[in-house]
């Protein structure tokens, strides 16, 4: 049966049988980044697609629905638009960092994919700090916001990077904690050994409240780490005009915009793994006849179909929600989303320690 | 208590958020309720909401009559003058001379659609139509007469 | 030459650039982003000798924590995107004796140590580093641990003290 762990088996057998050492890992690195690219654009294609789709319909519209059937290829009629649009830099801005801070949100997205599992054994780097990789690349994104906010020479992209800044700080924490509760009950941080730990049931099911708790609150804080509504007020359209991107335009503005979605499907990749068991299939116990049914499914499908969910969840959060105060959005974090997850945490290892889950 | 208001707090939150939440995904789900009119490819079953404002149209009878008395209480009420009211004197069966609706001039062009002579009409003799494809070539063709041409006041109205 | 020195030699190359050119620089903003790259690429280092976790927290740390930090203090900073005067004639002076008694100094300190290698291979996985930092018995880390979290936490009640808002005295 021809699955992602065999296409990607056999490529790497027949390059190290064909070439040299060397030649064989370049070659393989050439690959990965073309897939990695290629992963993005289709990501910024379809998930942009979804998002106007999703939003029309709940904002009792149609949506875009002239490119092609059903609009399917208004996004790649947008791409066009913004790929051959003049890219603008301001006179007084620093040039400079102005061009390079698109690249380097593109290129922390890119990072925090290394460490991904996509389907069963489909990794490109099955890095044994796994998550906490995730948690240190995501960090880098910030500086991005923040030089995109200064170069710019704009007030509105200052204080939308400003803003962007104290946000996504702050929201880490409570992500990370919520991430380290699972970590605490899979006794792991490699990507591969926290989803082999579902294998008899994902960590929702198993966990009780504190996996359950420590979901809902990754979903806010990522929700938040992703500058998307109700915590998008680093780049708040009636305030701030765009925030941050104010200024850009083109091809570095699209960057902006697709590494947005990017974000977003990782962060939903790695809400799956650590919450909803990754490319790991529906398993109950040692129930054997229904974990076989399950199995036929292929693992990619599995992956792809659970961080399409949340992907949706965000989505329908950020169409039903009004934007939050800056005041608002820190009481949240550190009155209400911290201290609950700190005592989470202390709730889940005690359950480990106790072994009270299943 | 701090804790008790703690937990009710966060409770009204993600119920009411919840209910939203509920909203939304029932308009996501049920698409009946799309309200998107697609244009110009349904002109024929175009679906306008009653109380749409397109334009100010005189109400004319089957014996093409109107009910309009030329008192300009529209055109008094109207804030950038769009309409202008033409009276004529017409001489009664009974030689009285009465003040009569000669041309109801209305111009489009300046109009707001803010529905303030409608309501200031005291013999609901205009109201707003649903039409809206008002571009022409020319500016002169948004100066319109309402009446229509013959028309006479219906009998019995003051 | 081995591929793993030449990425050796590439990660050095920038992390030397960067540094030089952070303290070059007439623009403050742009020696915070130099340095950044520069921490970057001691974290790139840290994976060249894998040691992930070691690399993962320096970004954490020092590219999550402190670049940010500088960054907000610049943003917070009167008229900072003007650029800063030339340096005098004088100071260019000084600054290059001190770094090059400091760079001596480095040098003979490294040279004088007799470094031995040792055919064992280093386990840098997390459950040992855990382990170590809460054991008790030699060579455990629970007594600096333990000091360290003290200092944190009085750091942050010092804030805390700092940022909070004097009730208005009630007569």
């Known amino acids: 049966m021809p699955s992602l762990e065999n296409i990607a088996n056999f490529i790497h057998n027949w390059l190290y049988t064909t070439f040299n050492a060397t030649v064989a890992l370049l070659l393989e690195f050439t690959i990965v980044a073309i897939l990695v690219i290629g992963l993005f654009s289709v990501l910024g294609l379809v998930l942009i697609f979804m998002e106007r789709k999703v939003s029309a319909y709940m904002q009792v519209r149609l949506g875009p629905n002239r490119v092609g059937p059903k609009g399917i290829f208004q996004t790649v009629a947008d791409t066009l638009k913004l790929m051959v649009k003049e890219g603008m830099t301001p006179n007084n801005a620093d040039k400079f960092l102005f061009n390079l801070a698109p690249f380097i949100v593109m290129t922390a997205a890119m990072l925090i994919l290394a460490p991904l599992a996509f389907a069963k054994n489909f990794q490109i780097w099955d890095i044994n700090i796994g998550v906490l990789f995730v948690t240190a690349i995501s960090s880098v994104s910030v500086i991005g916001i923040l030089m995109a906010g200064w170069a710019s020479n704009n007030k509105y992209s200052l204080l939308g990077a400003m803003r962007s800044g104290a946000q996504i700080v702050s929201y880490e924490l409570s992500a990370g904690l919520s991430i380290i509760t699972i970590v605490v009950l899979s006794e792991s941080l490699k990507i591969s050994t926290i989803i082999e730990s579902q294998a008899n049931g994902w960590w929702i099911f198993k966990g009780h409240i504190p996996a359950i708790i420590a979901f809902v609150i990754f979903i806010i804080a990522v929700t938040a780490e992703t500058n998307r509504a109700p915590f998008d007020l680093a780049e708040a359209e009636s305030e701030l005009t765009a925030g941050f991107h104010t200024e850009y335009s083109g091809m570095k503005f699209a960057l902006f915009f697709l590494a947005e979605y990017v974000n977003i499907f990782i962060v939903c990749v790695i809400g799956a793994t650590l919450f909803l068991g990754g490319w790991m299939p529906l398993h109950f116990g040692t129930n054997t006849t229904f974990n076989e049914m399950m199995d036929y499914i292929p693992s990619s499908l599995w992956l792809f179909g659970k961080t399409f969910f949340l992907i949706f969840v965000i989505m329908w959060f950020r169409w039903t929600f009004p934007r939050l105060r800056i005041d608002q959005l820190l009481n949240l974090e550190w009155k209400y989303l911290l201290p609950i997850s700190m005592i989470n945490l202390l709730l889940a290892t005690a359950m480990a320690i106790l072994g009270w889950h299943f | ?158 | 030459m081995a591929n793993s020195s030449i990425i050796f030699y590439i990660l050095s190359a920038l992390i030397l650039t960067t540094a030089i050119l952070s303290v070059t620089t007439l623009k403050i903003f742009r020696a915070a982003i130099w340095l950044l790259f520069s921490l970057i690429g001691i974290a790139g280092l840290y994976f060249w000798l894998s040691v992930e976790f070691i690399a993962a927290v320096q970004i954490i740390v020092y590219v999550g924590g402190i670049v940010v930090l500088i960054i907000f203090s610049i943003f917070l900073t009167q008229q900072s995107g003007k650029g800063m005067q030339k340096n005098s004639l004088r100071r260019i002076i000084a600054a290059t004796i001190a770094i090059a008694i400091g760079f001596v100094m480095t040098s003979l300190l490294i040279f004088q140590f007799d470094f031995k290698l040792e055919n064992k291979i280093f386990d840098s996985g997390i459950a040992k580093i855990g382990t170590q930092m809460l054991s008790v018995e030699k060579d455990g880390f629970a007594l600096p641990f333990e000091v360290v979290s003290i200092l944190l936490l009085a750091a942050m009640v010092g804030c805390i003290v700092i940022a909070i808002k004097s009730k208005p005295q009630e007569k």
């Open chain 2, 1 to 158: 208590m701090f804790l008790k208001e703690y937990i009710q707090d966060i409770y009204g939150a993600v119920k009411s958020l919840l209910i939203g939440m509920r909203r939304t995904g029932y308009y996501f789900t049920n698409h009946k309720e799309i309200i998107t009119q697609q244009y110009p490819d349904n002109k024929a079953t175009l679906n306008l909401s009653e109380r749409f404002r397109g334009e100010v149209v005189m109400i004319h009878d089957e014996n093409n009559e109107h009910a309009c008395t030329g008192c300009t209480a529209c055109e008094l009420a109207c804030p950038n003058a769009t309409i202008k009211i033409i009276t004529q004197f017409d001489i009664s069966p009974d030689g009285k001379k009465k003040k009569a609706l000669n041309k109801f001039v209305y111009h489009l062009d300046l109009c707001t659609m803010c529905n303030l002579c409608i309501v200031a009409c005291p013999t609901d003799a205009i109201k707003m139509a649903n039409t809206f494809e008002h571009s022409v070539f020319d500016r002169s063709k948004l100066t319109k007469i309402l009446n229509n041409p013959d028309s006479k006041i219906r009998a019995g109205i003051e």
